[in-house]
């Protein structure tokens, strides 16, 4: 790294002519960086209008020596904010990085590790227990800690007439239509009965809001197409919605960009109203990793998993509140010692469950179980239970100690996380 390289902040209330150039240079580097195409006046300022909204904190790296050329876009970007994420426990607030970027020109000189580094420094000063991503590709960010905690797939559903529920999911509630630019106070609420009860489930970025009403942040404009069924429960309220448009072809296709539902049988309303849509035969979309859609159907195979990713990535910051805000599934107490090369969530602990809650307290014993860091944020959400940890020698312990281990930390219902930022 030269000297020609300056680290600075956005001030993103600071509307003077060159901060805002800057901002507009910032936002450039992303898009860049991601390979959208640029942005206009229109999209900037909704951008600008998000960004504030969120508290978000937009990092970037500015090359003095460009000749002037593009001068206001950074050859480096880095952005955080936080949001609450339903633990399983506990709400906790999580430390959301985003935005990465770095330059062609300026890749594979550590850039993105000193952001990274200095960033995860200041989350842990602000007392954060965990930090989340979404990572564009798997092999970035294991060194910095971070371990793939969630999965979401894609499906592929088939919903000609072969497509049947073994139950009708009737509770008395109903689907209605909504137009998007009125849907965001019922999708707001249903999402919010969503995260209080689903392990894994991450508060939404203020994106969302302009998206589920209707704007399309690829094209940059209004969405014509977009379709928005809201889920009313039994009691009036709204626990769930769908955002969908219908693709015409040769195949006519339902496309789901978003399905939250509050309660199971939300869930299942909501994709026999996706499979009523009539002169349509597949819904293809995102669903979790453990469907309960898979065993809702009387023939399994109408349902096709096309890919499964990892989705949300866990640091763990604060080993203490972080193992105390998630579940434990049995009694007892154990002596833990988790790895972390950058030492934030260094140490030994000896956690005691009981009632479905655990307290880690520092320990000098010695330990019944070894993780690193990354090991611990894979497991935290509860999407990998011990044994294939401890098979792939991630998690060491004798025999008796894994098997109390497991016994403690396995169990509850599979972590879902819906949200992209
Ligand atoms: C949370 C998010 O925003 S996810 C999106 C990430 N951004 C993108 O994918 C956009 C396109 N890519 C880029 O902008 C850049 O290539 C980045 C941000 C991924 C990497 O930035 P760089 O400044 O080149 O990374 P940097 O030089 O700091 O590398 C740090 C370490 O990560 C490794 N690394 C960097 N990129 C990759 C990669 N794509 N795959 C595997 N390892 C990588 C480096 O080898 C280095 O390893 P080491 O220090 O342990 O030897």
């Given at each position: 790294?030269?000297?020609?390289l300056?680290?600075?902040?956005?001030?993103?209330?600071?509307?003077?002519?060159?901060?805002?150039?800057?901002?507009?240079?910032?936002?450039?580097?992303?898009?860049?960086?991601?390979?959208?195409?640029?942005?206009?006046?229109?999209?900037?300022?909704?951008?600008?209008?998000?960004?504030?909204?969120?508290?978000?904190?937009?990092?970037?790296?500015?090359?003095?020596?460009?000749?002037?050329?593009?001068?206001?876009?950074?050859?480096?970007?880095?952005?955080?904010?936080?949001?609450?994420?339903?633990?399983?426990?506990?709400?906790?607030?999580?430390?959301?990085?985003?935005?990465?970027?770095?330059?062609?020109?300026?890749?594979?000189?550590?850039?993105?590790?000193?952001?990274?580094?200095?960033?995860?420094?200041?989350?842990?000063?602000?007392?954060?227990?965990?930090?989340?991503?979404?990572?564009?590709?798997?092999?970035?960010?294991?060194?910095?800690?971070?371990?793939?905690?969630?999965?979401?797939?894609?499906?592929?559903?088939?919903?000609?007439?072969?497509?049947?529920?073994?139950h009708?999911?009737?509770?008395?509630?109903?689907?209605?239509?909504a137009?998007?630019?009125?849907?965001?106070?019922?999708?707001?609420?249903?999402?919010?009965r969503?995260?209080?009860?689903?392990?894994?489930?991450?508060?939404?970025?203020?994106?969302?809001?302009?998206?589920?009403?209707?704007?399309?942040?690829?094209?940059?404009?209004?969405?014509?197409?977009?379709?928005?069924?809201?889920?009313?429960?039994p009691?009036?309220?709204?626990?769930?919605?769908?955002?969908?448009?219908?693709?015409?072809?040769?195949?006519?296709?339902?496309?789901?960009?978003?399905?939250?539902?509050?309660?199971?049988?939300?869930?299942?309303?909501?994709?026999?109203?996706?499979?009523?849509?009539?002169?349509?035969?597949?819904?293809?979309?995102?669903?979790?990793?453990?469907?309960?859609?898979?065993?809702?159907?009387?023939?399994?195979?109408?349902?096709?998993?096309?890919?499964?990713?990892?989705?949300?990535w866990?640091?763990?910051?604060?080993?203490?509140a972080?193992?105390?805000?998630?579940?434990?599934?049995?009694?007892?107490?154990?002596?833990?010692?988790?790895?972390?090369?950058l030492?934030?969530?260094?140490?030994?602990?000896?956690?005691?469950?009981?009632?479905?809650?655990?307290?880690?307290?520092?320990?000098?014993?010695?330990?019944?179980?070894?993780?690193?860091?990354?090991?611990?944020?894979?497991?935290?959400?509860?999407?990998?239970?011990?044994?294939?940890?401890?098979?792939?020698?991630?998690?060491?312990?004798?025999?008796?100690?894994?098997?109390?281990?497991?016994?403690l930390?396995?169990?509850?219902?599979?972590?879902?996380?819906?949200?992209?930022?």
């Amino acid at each position: 790294m030269t000297d020609d390289l300056i680290f600075t902040t956005l001030d993103l209330d600071d509307e003077s002519p060159a901060n805002t150039a800057r901002v507009a240079g910032w936002l450039d580097a992303v898009m860049r960086g991601f390979h959208q195409g640029r942005a206009t006046d229109g999209f900037r300022t909704r951008w600008l209008a998000v960004a504030r909204a969120d508290g978000v904190v937009n990092r970037g790296v500015w090359d003095t020596s460009s000749l002037g050329l593009s001068s206001d876009v950074p050859v480096a970007t880095f952005a955080h904010f936080t949001k609450p994420l339903n633990a399983g426990a506990a709400v906790v607030d999580a430390w959301m990085i985003s935005d990465v970027t770095v330059a062609p020109t300026h890749r594979r000189r550590g850039l993105m590790r000193r952001l990274m580094t200095e960033n995860l420094d200041s989350a842990v000063a602000a007392g954060m227990p965990v930090a989340v991503l979404t990572a564009s590709e798997g092999g970035i960010y294991q060194r910095f800690g971070f371990g793939p905690a969630t999965r979401e797939a894609r499906v592929r559903v088939d919903t000609s007439s072969a497509f049947r529920l073994r139950h009708a999911p009737d509770d008395g509630g109903r689907v209605v239509m909504a137009d998007p630019a009125e849907s965001w106070p019922a999708a707001s609420a249903a999402f919010a009965r969503h995260h209080e009860t689903t392990r894994g489930a991450l508060a939404r970025p203020t994106f969302y809001e302009h998206w589920i009403s209707g704007y399309d942040w690829d094209e940059q404009g209004e969405s014509r197409r977009q379709r928005v069924g809201v889920r009313v429960g039994p009691d009036g309220q709204p626990d769930g919605y769908v955002v969908y448009e219908v693709k015409r072809g040769d195949e006519t296709e339902v496309k789901v960009s978003d399905l939250v539902a509050g309660t199971p049988t939300a869930y299942l309303a909501l994709w026999q109203f996706l499979a009523d849509i009539d002169l349509a035969r597949v819904v293809v979309g995102p669903a979790p990793a453990v469907d309960p859609l898979a065993h809702a159907l009387v023939d399994h195979r109408v349902r096709r998993v096309t890919s499964l990713p990892d989705h949300l990535w866990v640091r763990v910051l604060d080993l203490a509140a972080a193992l105390e805000a998630r579940p434990w599934f049995a009694d007892g107490s154990l002596v833990l010692r988790v790895e972390d090369p950058l030492g934030h969530a260094d140490g030994t602990v000896r956690l005691t469950a009981e009632g479905g809650r655990a307290t880690a307290a520092p320990s000098t014993e010695r330990p019944d179980i070894t993780l690193d860091v990354e090991t611990l944020g894979t497991m935290w959400l509860g999407d990998v239970a011990v044994d294939p940890l401890a098979r792939a020698g991630r998690v060491t312990g004798d025999d008796a100690a894994l098997a109390r281990f497991a016994a403690l930390a396995d169990g509850g219902p599979s972590p879902y996380c819906s949200t992209h930022f």
